[in-house]
């Protein structure tokens, strides 16, 4: 900002001589476009200044641990995923990491998304220029960490993402209990189930986990009675895909 003020301090009285007497317009002209030029310049200046004015509280590491992630994953994360990759390179505190998230969303860098029965984070385009203005501040050696560690966990975090495990106790001591494949954010297919206790709910999430794909397919030929009877509707194909 002061080099484009004092460039146009000095050039605007000298093209105004140029530009003088039947040049007037010229000069006018000249004399708006450099004022325009002075206040893009300004702007330009202004949101760069708020931006360091986020990342200057000494936090800004993690701030930009976070969006760096959410870049790498290049999918929505959960704040569970964002916090195991920042406990994996060095942050420990799950609430501080919530924190920093929450900080991000409010100054829109990025958004919450809900999805069945759970929020995903996903980055903003204010987060992506924050990222090209500042990514580099990072260690090479935290980025190549943190890239590393995401890109050998894709297929988990997307496994994890289109599976859904939620249980509640109940003062009998049993578990209200639900599984749920979801895609696009909606759920395709949800078991909702009273289980007596702490140990068949334990059994269910771990068979849940293992085969819910299974489960789904069980599911839908038990549906249609048999594969002779399914092989007109929807469920011939999903055999099909599941070489049924």
Same mark, same amino acid.
């Given at each position: 900002?002061?080099?484009?003020?004092?460039?146009?301090?000095?050039?605007?009285?000298?093209?105004?001589?140029?530009?003088?007497?039947?040049?007037?317009?010229?000069?006018?002209?000249?004399?708006?476009?450099?004022?325009?030029?002075?206040?893009?310049?300004?702007?330009?200046?202004?949101?760069?200044?708020?931006?360091?004015?986020?990342?200057?509280?000494?936090?800004?590491?993690?701030?930009?641990?976070?969006?760096?992630?959410?870049?790498?994953?290049?999918?929505?994360?959960?704040?569970?995923?964002?916090?195991?990759?920042?406990?994996?390179?060095? *942050? &420990? @505190?799950?609430?501080?990491?919530? %924190?920093?998230? #929450?900080? +991000?969303?409010?100054?829109?860098?990025?958004?919450?998304?809900?999805?069945?029965?759970?929020?995903?984070?996903?980055?903003?385009?204010?987060?992506?220029?924050?990222?090209?203005?500042?990514?580099?501040?990072?260690?090479?050696?935290?980025?190549?960490?943190?890239?590393?560690?995401?890109?050998?966990?894709?297929?988990?975090?997307?496994?994890?993402?289109?599976?859904?495990?939620?249980?509640?106790?109940?003062?009998?001591?049993?578990?209200?209990?639900?599984?749920?494949? *979801? &895609? @696009?954010?909606?759920?395709?297919? %949800?078991?909702? #189930?009273? +289980?007596?206790?702490?140990?068949?709910?334990?059994?269910?999430?771990?068979?849940?986990?293992?085969?819910?794909?299974?489960?789904?397919?069980?599911?839908?030929?038990?549906?249609?009675?048999?594969?002779?009877?399914?092989?007109?509707?929807?469920?011939?194909?999903?055999?099909?895909?599941?070489?049924?």
């Amino acid at each position: 900002y002061s080099i484009i003020h004092i460039i146009l301090n000095f050039a605007t009285p000298f093209l105004k001589f140029i530009f003088q007497g039947n040049c007037g317009i010229m000069s006018i002209m000249f004399k708006n476009g450099a004022e325009m030029l002075l206040k893009q310049g300004f702007f330009e200046f202004e949101r760069r200044k708020n931006f360091m004015a986020f990342f200057s509280n000494g936090e800004d590491k993690l701030k930009l641990m976070i969006l760096f992630t959410l870049e790498c994953a290049e999918m929505p994360l959960s704040r569970e995923q964002i916090a195991t990759v920042m406990s994996e390179n060095g *942050v &420990e @505190n799950y609430f501080d990491v919530c %924190e920093h998230i #929450i900080d +991000l969303e409010a100054n829109g860098c990025i958004a919450s998304v809900p999805t069945f029965k759970m929020q995903m984070i996903v980055m903003t385009p204010r987060g992506e220029e924050i990222m090209n203005l500042f990514g580099k501040n990072l260690p090479k050696s935290l980025r190549e960490s943190i890239e590393g560690f995401v890109d050998s966990n894709k297929d988990e975090f997307r496994r994890e993402n289109t599976s859904r495990m939620i249980t509640t106790p109940l003062p009998d001591g049993g578990f209200d209990a639900t599984f749920a494949l *979801v &895609e @696009n954010g909606d759920a395709i297919f %949800e078991i909702r #189930i009273k +289980l007596p206790n702490a140990e068949y709910t334990r059994l269910a999430e771990k068979n849940w986990e293992a085969q819910n794909q299974k489960i789904y397919i069980d599911t839908l030929l038990a549906l249609v009675k048999t594969y002779q009877n399914a092989q007109n509707s929807d469920a011939a194909e999903t055999c099909a895909q599941n070489n049924i």
